[in-house]
């Protein structure tokens, strides 16, 4: 006898296929592209829905109850993999309000903590409270997912209950009675074990970087280490060394840091942020070697092709990248793009010593800038200095290994690209301090003409110590001629000051562009003097190694070199004094804070100091 | 403007109204594609005149752009962005062209085609492999890059990246507008920087066919507009036209660019484009369009405001009526308002800048140029575009679709060419001439080197020309035979005794006489080389020569060149000698030291070497003459050397005493006066007469015959001692005149006294009839090395002089029958002699003695020579 099923049979069996659909995309969801999921996601969301508005069409029942609510969970979890929190939360407190009725409780309340409190209560001991347990689950992602941390606090006590029951709940029962039960219970998208402790892990990594942002790092270490033995998998477990290191960091344990990263990326081999970070403590530690080492690793491991779409959380439709959106978090875990890796480890590479390697990285970040690969594709902030910088500084590298031809090409390009926007004259102000220095200066276009300037200039200084190092001193001289012709364009304007006093402490208060002007005259005039000595040509040479003290009175070569140029002129025992007082300067300005291509050229001629003493003794003596 | 435009329609197709975006696109070989903004894209062949295939997509088309290379198109539909392969649909399309020849083929785009799944996509662009859209999403602008695949065959257009603009939402005129119709016009071109193209020659060749939205700007603009980073970068530049009037850009290769606003024309943008081209193929002007007829120009103003620098100038005018659509060529922008087709041409407004100064009336000059454009008298064009074939001739063809569906060509009278003359601001005059200064400096200095360099090349080969001159004078002269005297370059030798430091020298002086017209120069050395006639005194085989080398200074023609040379002291030479001189001239002392020693080791030992002469030094050419003055001299220095001698002589008769007699040596040693060694040498007096006869003729006319055979005794015994044989003359002159005997008594170089004795004697003892006249010379001296050497010399003497005098000698045929065959018995007595003292088996010392009999018994009984 054919009995019609019921509506209830028919709809729970409606919510099985739909749910055995979602998972078979899910299945086969590897193959398919982004959009294919999203649009199949979208649609099961919308059959769900459907269904649902169908159930709840009839006034709240306890025999429908069950079927209902794990119709809602399904149709949540769709909304919310599409990141439709709000329908999602608006569909879980009309099924709190429903169950409520059910139970026959009232609840006049809007408040969700209340809400939820009271329908747990409600649901009791009855068949209800599971599912009842698995929407709170529900709300706890969409909580997690909005970063309202204080409301899962607030549910603590509910919430580490719950994951007992659900974990242990299912684990409870013999599995002829979990099978049982299964065949009755309507199918559900997601497995709530699963989600449980998706979210316990996701929800202790939130914690932690919101406590370490609050500086409460001792606390959240603990919290983390905790959360690093739960079941989850590798990319996760590999947050939580990496967030303890980063604990560790803050408080000023560097080595323990270090170890919880080196943990992480064993974890996780995929985790640059730990790669980074160590980068970061070995620059701090002043461990130039390791950060060289380190850089280096994170380049390459940057440019390797990206996993095919690092499955997080398995196939699920709720992903740990969904749950874990903080602000905090996303700013721990953020790194600098490839270039900028690698622009910095040619730099440090430099500045080490290591001139040769330091070039190759200069010449592989110019042309990756160069490869029709390369898009603008990162909108994120740029470390990376400005095209022409990158263009100067590599031309110095390129100078410091004695390839002066390519260096020499680079300037030509900077030349060439800058030299027709230098402006006839240009005004440096000081920087207002309210504004600060990038309102100054800068035309519609958004160049900053005086930095155009200095690059020009830059370029030209660079050309004429490719010259000296050639030993060709005519053209050293007509290449520092125009760079310094091109930095008298430059008029200071101050306020407080009257302009152009060469005082020492002009440098601390003016900004940086007046510091590179000053110190490029020093440099430019210094060496267009040492390139007259060369050519016998001592009075201007003199007159360019003064002017050049007076620009930048603690460039030691300029006094040692206009010592030299007194010597031979007879003046020997000015050019005495001249040495002594240039001994006598303090140390240099940090040679680190400078522009790359502002720095002394390691190449032409040099005076031992030694040979000098002893010129100075022999005039002692006679 | 009085040319009329020939407007000629191709095609019709059945469309009616302006409310889709119309767009034609061209470049596919003699394609033409036409999208109406309903699902069907036409495709007309120029060639054929007529539409050849419909494409029929599955919904309505926004957009179209093409990628010439691959023969691919993009179109953007409602649902997504549709990827079709052209050239294999028109493949298909001809192959079943027989059939279907009437009507157009149709050809459905299916749904595999699908690329890109957006929705809404109002504007394409290619930029090389990377694929742009643009659509509205919600509140923002969105344009998404994908990556192309490189190829064909794969469908995979993977996103890279995406960029938001948030819409603005008070669109003042053209809301109103937007609401009358879907038209969401957007345009999206790509800029180039204009040096890209050069170094990019692909991109200069796609440029005139992907030019409908492709542009290269002049650098410096490119560089104002869109930062230096970006020209650094050689980045394209991504231009988009937005519906709220927004002209945004963005650098598409540069890391962390972000889409910003260039300009806002505060109406919908409805084209962009860049014109007002120059020789090098730049633009020089970038023309952004509204639909109310809002035209931005944006040029380069050089001359710049109050810094002098370069600036980018935007002008803004109005040109009369909408704007519908609109195109550009090299010079004018085009645009249709619907009602008439218009000209606007922007090199005019740009020629007037050039020749007017700056200021308030350039912007005037160009907003009025915006005010007035010429009418081409075409209506109802709602859609254009310039073929790439149009500019062969100078006049402008352009293709239009009309709002009634018609595809039209439109040509236009020839516009006039247009020069731009450059001109440079002053600060850039001033650079230029600095550096060109500098240049010629340069150029001075190496020129100046060079002229060096030739100047030492040229006198390289000067020398080298003198060197294969003189080479080839003397190696003529070898060839030729010349007498010595004859030669361009000769020299000859005098010896002569010395005494230094009380020891008697001998010295070879040479004279190098330069007769040739060359001046022998730096570079030539003269080496002669002395060695030893015979090398049986040397006992490890080691030749015992020895080098010397007189490098030239200058040595002009008609000069000597002395040079005087040690051969040896008294007593320890090795006479005869072989004096052999040649003229070496090396590379290497021309080129300088140290060129040659920086480029050309191996060079070093490169010379050229020309034999000038070979001589023999011989024991009477180093013979000291006791004459009367000498012997008073020796008589003075005696004392050292006769005790030398006298020691010499008991030491060897105690050596000869133990050892018995051993060898030549000691022999003659030993014997200084009991045993004398003798050695003669016989002539026929008559060829003494005869040969010395002529050269005492030349020399002293006195003496006309010598009769006397006393004389003729002293004659030759003078000849012997100071002929000049070869060239080797003996030096000591004044000696000589005190001969006054027919006997010389002289010290041989070994130190051995000697006499030397002239004297006529008849041979033939026995038969008195055939008597014949023979002088004798005698050599006598208890060393039995002076008798070899001094009878060897002698006997060359004498060779040479026979040698001179042969053709007079010739006439005397009396053969010494007799002597001959006395001659013969004492040979072959010697003969059996030798035999018999090799054949014995004797001592050595025995063998030794027997040996030397035979040899002294060989020099005393000469052969007469006649």
């Known amino acids: 006898m054919y009995q019609p099923p019921s509506l209830l049979e028919k709809w729970s069996q409606e919510n099985n296929e739909l749910v055995n659909k979602c998972k078979q995309q899910e299945a086969g969801?590897?193959?398919?592209?982004?959009?294919?999921?999203?649009?199949?996601?979208?649609?099961?969301?919308?059959?769900?829905?459907?269904?649902?508005?169908?159930?709840?069409?009839?006034?709240?029942?306890?025999?429908?109850?069950?079927?209902?609510?794990?119709?809602?969970?399904?149709?949540?979890?769709?909304f919310t993999a599409q990141s439709q929190f709000s329908e999602a939360e608006l569909l879980l407190k009309e099924a709190t309000e429903r169950v409520l009725q059910v139970t026959g409780n009232n609840a006049d309340t809007s408040d969700p903590l209340v809400l939820w409190r009271a329908g747990l209560k409600s649901a009791g001991n009855t068949a209800l409270h599971p599912h009842v347990l698995y929407l709170l689950c529900l709300q706890w992602a969409l909580w997690l997912a909005k970063c309202q941390l204080e409301n899962i606090g607030e549910l603590q006590e509910q919430m580490s209950s719950l994951c007992e029951i659900v974990c242990d709940g299912v684990g409870d029962c013999s599995p002829s009675e979990a099978k049982g039960r299964l065949s009755k219970s309507p199918l559900l998208v997601m497995e709530p074990k699963r989600l449980t402790e998706l979210l316990q892990i996701c929800t202790s990594i939130a914690q932690g970087a919101e406590k370490l942002n609050e500086g409460r790092s001792s606390e959240a270490l603990s919290d983390l280490q905790a959360a690093s033995a739960l079941p989850a998998t590798r990319a996760l477990v590999a947050y939580t060394h990496l967030l303890s290191g980063s604990c560790l960091?803050?408080?000023n344990r560097p080595q323990m840091a270090l170890q919880c990263y080196k943990r992480a990326l064993e974890t996780d081999s995929r985790c640059v942020c730990a790669l980074y970070r160590s980068m970061l403590i070995y620059r701090q530690l002043g461990n130039t070697q390791a950060e060289i080492q380190a850089l280096r690793l994170l380049h390459s491991t940057l440019m390797l092709p990206p996993a095919t779409e690092p499955v997080l959380g398995g196939i699920q439709p709720l992903s740990p990248s969904l749950l874990l959106s903080s602000q905090s978090l996303s700013r721990l875990l953020s790194v600098p793009s490839a270039l900028s890796v690698l622009y910095s480890l040619a730099l440090k590479c430099v500045l080490s010593g290591r001139v040769t390697e330091g070039v190759e990285h200069y010449l592989d970040l110019l042309a990756a800038l160069h490869s029709e690969d390369q898009h603008a594709v990162d909108a994120e902030v740029s470390v990376l200095p400005r095209m022409l910088e990158l263009y100067l500084e590599a031309g110095t590298a390129l100078l410091f290994t004695r390839r002066p031809a390519d260096c020499m090409a680079f300037c030509n390009e900077v030349?060439?690209?800058?030299?027709?926007?230098?402006?006839?004259?240009?005004?440096?102000?000081?920087?207002?301090?309210?504004i600060g220095g990038d309102a100054r200066g800068l035309s519609v276009e958004g160049e900053d003409k005086v930095a155009m300037l200095l690059w020009a200039a830059a370029a030209y200084l660079l050309q004429g110590h490719c010259h000296t190092h050639l030993k060709d001193w005519k053209q050293a001289v007509t290449h520092y001629t125009r760079c310094i012709n091109l930095l008298v364009k430059v008029h200071l304007k101050n306020r407080d000051f009257q302009p152009q006093i060469p005082a020492a402490d002009v440098?601390?208060?003016?900004?940086?562009?007046?510091?590179?002007?000053?110190?490029?005259?020093?440099?430019?005039?210094?060496?267009?003097?040492?390139?007259?000595?060369?050519?016998?040509?001592?009075?201007?040479?003199?007159?360019?190694?003064?002017?050049?003290?007076?620009?930048?009175?603690?460039?030691?070569?300029?006094?040692?070199?206009?010592?030299?140029?007194?010597?031979?002129?007879?003046?020997?025992?000015?050019?005495?004094?001249?040495?002594?007082?240039?001994?006598?300067?303090?140390?240099?300005?940090?040679?680190?804070?400078?522009?790359?291509?502002?720095?002394?050229?390691?190449?032409?001629?040099?005076?031992?100091?030694?040979?000098?003493?002893?010129r100075i003794q022999e005039l002692g003596l006679t | 403007m009085e040319g009329r435009c020939a407007v000629e329609t191709w095609a019709q197709f059945g469309f009616s109204g302006r409310s889709y975006k119309v767009k034609i696109l061209c470049g596919f070989g003699t394609d033409v594609l036409i999208c109406t903004g309903t699902e069907e894209i036409y495709v007309f062949s120029k060639r054929e005149r007529k539409i050849t295939t419909v494409l029929l997509l599955p919904?309505?088309?926004?957009?179209?752009?093409?990628?010439?290379?691959?023969?691919?198109?993009?179109?953007?539909?409602?649902?997504?962005?549709?990827?079709?392969?052209?050239?294999?649909l028109l493949h298909r399309d001809q192959s079943s062209q027989a059939d279907a020849s009437s009507s157009p083929a149709e050809l459905k785009i299916s749904q595999e085609c699908l690329v890109v799944g957006a929705d809404e996509v109002s504007s394409l662009l290619l930029v090389g492999s990377v694929l742009l859209t643009l659509?509205?999403?919600?509140?923002?602008?969105?344009?998404?890059?994908?990556?192309?695949?490189?190829?064909?065959?794969?469908?995979?257009?993977?996103?890279?990246?995406?960029?938001?603009?948030?819409?603005?939402?008070?669109?003042?005129?053209?809301?109103?507008?937007?609401?009358?119709?879907?038209?969401?016009?957007?345009?999206?071109?790509?800029?180039?920087?204009?040096?890209?193209?050069?170094?990019?020659?692909?991109?200069?060749?796609?440029?005139?066919?992907?030019?409908?939205?492709?542009?290269?700007?002049?650098?410096?603009?490119?560089?104002?507009?869109?930062?230096?980073?970006?020209?650094?970068?050689?980045?394209?530049?991504?231009?988009?036209?937005?519906?709220?009037?927004?002209?945004?850009?963005?650098?598409?290769?540069?890391?962390?660019?972000?889409?910003?606003?260039?300009?806002?024309?505060?109406q919908p943008v409805c084209f962009v484009g860049a014109s007002v081209v120059t020789e090098t193929g730049h633009a020089q002007c970038l023309v952004a369009a509204g639909e109310q007829g809002r035209v931005v120009l944006i040029k380069t103003d050089k001359a710049g405001s109050e810094g002098g620098s370069a600036m980018a100038a935007f002008t803004e005018g109005c040109v009369p009526g909408p704007v519908w659509c609109g195109c550009m060529d090299k010079s004018c922008f085009y645009y249709s308002t619907g009602a008439d087709l218009l000209r606007l041409d922007l090199s005019e407004g740009s020629f007037a800048r050039e020749s007017k100064e700056r200021g308030e009336e350039t912007s005037g000059m160009t907003a009025a140029a915006l005010q007035s454009p010429s009418s081409l008298n075409v209506c109802r064009v709602i859609a254009l575009a310039e073929p790439a074939c149009s500019t062969a001739a100078g006049d402008v063809q352009l293709l239009g679709v009309s709002a009634r569906g018609q595809l039209q060509r439109i040509c236009l009278p020839a516009g006039r060419v247009d020069e731009g003359s450059s001109k440079l601001p002053s600060t850039q005059v001033s650079r230029s001439v600095r550096d060109l200064l500098s240049a010629i400096g340069d150029v001075c200095e190496r020129a100046s080197v060079l002229k060096t360099v030739i100047k030492s090349k040229n006198q390289f080969l000067r020398l080298l020309n003198h060197a294969v001159s003189v080479s080839f004078l003397l190696m003529a002269d070898t060839t030729t035979d010349l007498p010595i005297k004859e030669k361009p370059i000769r020299c000859h030798f005098e010896t002569s005794w010395s005494r230094l430091l009380q020891k008697d020298s001998l010295s070879l002086v040479c004279f190098l006489h330069n007769s040739s017209p060359f001046v022998l120069e730096r570079g030539w050395t003269l080496s002669i080389t002395v060695s030893p006639l015979s090398y049986s005194s040397s006992p490890a085989g080691e030749s015992s020569s020895t080098n010397f080398s007189f490098p030239f200074h200058d040595l002009r023609p008609g000069q000597t060149f002395e040079a005087s040379l040690p051969i040896a002291a008294a007593g320890d030479a090795s006479f005869p000698m072989t004096v052999s001189c040649s003229l070496i001239f090396s590379l290497s002392s021309l080129l300088g030291e140290e060129e040659v020693a920086a480029s050309f080791a191996g060079l070093q030992s490169s010379c050229i070497s020309l034999p000038l002469s070979t001589l023999t030094v011989d024991w009477l050419h180093a013979l000291q003459l006791n004459s009367p003055t000498a012997a008073h001299k020796m008589a003075t220095v005696q004392p050292s050397s006769a005790a030398a001698d006298s020691i010499q002589t008991f030491l060897s008769s105690r050596q000869l005493r133990c050892s018995g007699r051993t060898n030549k040596g000691g022999e003659s040693a030993a014997k200084p006066e009991s045993e004398k060694y003798s050695a003669s040498v016989w002539v026929s007096s008559e060829i003494v007469r005869d040969t010395l006869k002529p050269k005492k003729s030349s020399n002293l006319d006195a003496k006309e015959s010598i009769r006397?055979?006393?004389?003729?005794?002293?004659?030759?015994?003078?000849?012997?001692?100071?002929e000049d044989t070869e060239g080797v003359k003996m030096g000591c002159q004044g000696d000589k005149i005190a001969l006054s005997t027919s006997v010389a008594h002289a010290r041989g170089p070994n130190g051995a006294a000697m006499k030397l004795t002239v004297k006529e004697i008849n041979v033939g003892e026995e038969e008195s009839t055939d008597k014949e006249a023979t002088i004798e010379v005698q050599i006598e001296s208890s060393s039995l090395a002076a008798v070899c050497g001094l009878h060897h010399a002698v006997l060359r003497r004498i060779q040479?002089?026979?040698?001179?005098a042969t053709e007079k000698a010739a006439s005397t045929k009396n053969v010494q029958i007799l002597g001959l065959r006395r001659a013969l018995q004492r040979a072959e007595i010697q003969q059996s002699q030798i035999s018999g003292a090799f054949g014995e088996v004797v001592s050595t010392v025995q063998r030794d003695r027997l040996l030397l009999s035979v040899y002294q018994e060989l020099r005393r009984n000469p052969l007469l020579i006649v």
């Open chain 2, 135 to 266: 659509c509205q999403r919600d509140a923002s602008w969105l344009l998404t890059l994908y990556k192309t695949p490189k190829q064909t065959a794969s469908t995979s257009h993977e996103e890279f990246g995406s960029f938001h603009l948030p819409v603005v939402s008070a669109v003042d005129c053209g809301a109103a507008e937007s609401n009358r119709g879907p038209r969401k016009g957007s345009v999206l071109i790509c800029i180039h920087s204009g040096d890209v193209e050069a170094s990019s020659p692909s991109n200069a060749s796609a440029e005139s066919t992907v030019a409908q939205d492709h542009f290269h700007l002049e650098p410096l603009l490119f560089k104002l507009l869109f930062g230096v980073e970006a020209a650094l970068a050689k980045s394209p530049v991504i231009l988009c036209g937005l519906p709220d009037g927004r002209l945004c850009f963005l650098p598409l290769r540069l890391p962390g660019s972000r889409l910003r606003v260039l300009h806002s024309l505060e």
């Open chain 1, 249 to 251: 960091a803050h408080m």
């Open chain 2, 59 to 88: 919904a309505a088309v926004s957009d179209l752009v093409g990628n010439q290379d691959k023969q691919l198109i993009y179109v953007a539909c409602r649902s997504g962005v549709y990827r079709v392969n052209l050239q294999f």
């Open chain 1, 415 to 434: 030349i060439s690209t800058t030299l027709e926007l230098v402006p006839e004259k240009v005004v440096l102000e000081e920087p207002e301090e309210g």
């Open chain 1, 507 to 614: 440098n601390v208060k003016h900004g940086k562009d007046l510091c590179t002007l000053q110190r490029m005259k020093g440099l430019s005039l210094a060496w267009r003097g040492i390139s007259f000595t060369q050519m016998d040509q001592l009075r201007e040479a003199l007159r360019d190694l003064q002017l050049s003290l007076q620009a930048f009175p603690d460039y030691t070569g300029a006094g040692l070199w206009c010592g030299e140029v007194l010597w031979r002129l007879g003046r020997k025992h000015e050019a005495a004094a001249c040495w002594e007082k240039t001994w006598s300067l303090t140390t240099q300005t940090s040679v680190e804070k400078l522009p790359l291509y502002l720095q002394d050229p390691q190449s032409g001629p040099l005076l031992d100091s030694v040979e000098l003493r002893l």
């Open chain 2, 800 to 804: 040479t002089l026979l040698q001179s």
């Open chain 1, 29 to 78: 969801g590897g193959a398919v592209s982004r959009d294919h999921r999203q649009s199949s996601l979208r649609w099961c969301s919308s059959e769900f829905h459907k269904l649902l508005r169908k159930i709840q069409g009839i006034p709240p029942h306890v025999d429908h109850s069950q079927l209902e609510l794990a119709v809602v969970y399904n149709t949540c979890v769709c």
């Open chain 2, 708 to 722: 006397d055979p006393e004389d003729l005794c002293l004659s030759l015994l003078e000849r012997l001692l100071s």
